[in-house]
């Protein structure tokens, strides 16, 4: 099975060859009491408590992974929902926007990033999956990049 068929149906099923890896800007598995009484845990919630500027600190640490995976990828991504007609877009604006619209959980949406071997399911709470191909998963560059950008890995 090739990764474009893979996104063809982005069915869990397809992802043999792929780990999958939970990426939040937590650094553990939140309790329900925790999520419950969190009050950035989603963009929603940030502002209807007032608590934006907080909210986008993390948002940001999110977006400064996905513009590391959006280079590596020769400045292009593919949304797999369908969104943008589908296919490879290499559009910088279409790219911050898709973002914007996938970190606010406003749809659910997922990412690809075939050249590098990355798919992002988006979640909610500030945790996104990511599957990555074995090769990829097993190279340390992506550790390391969710570490600068100070996120943390829940589960591998």
């Not at 893979?6 to 069915?11: C, K, T």
């Not at 406003?106 to 071997?117: E, Y």
């Amino acid at each position: 099975m090739t990764f474009y068929s893979i996104l063809d149906v982005f069915d869990r099923s397809t992802l043999y060859g792929f780990e999958g890896f939970c990426v939040s800007a937590f650094d553990h598995v939140l309790s329900e009491e925790e999520a419950f009484n969190n009050e950035i845990i989603c963009y929603s919630v940030a502002n209807d408590k007032g608590k934006l500027d907080e909210y986008m600190i993390f948002e940001n640490k999110f977006r400064k992974l996905f513009y590391v995976f959006f280079e590596k990828n020769q400045n292009s991504f593919i949304a797999v929902d369908g969104s943008y007609g589908g296919g490879r877009v290499k559009s910088i604006n279409r790219f911050d926007k898709f973002l914007s619209l996938a970190l606010r959980e406003r749809k659910v949406t997922s990412i690809a990033f075939p050249l590098i071997g990355v798919i992002v399911e988006f979640g909610y709470d500030q945790t996104h999956i990511f599957y990555l191909e074995k090769g990829v998963a097993k190279n340390s560059d992506f550790l390391l990049a969710v570490k600068c950008c100070g996120l943390h890995v829940l589960r591998a």
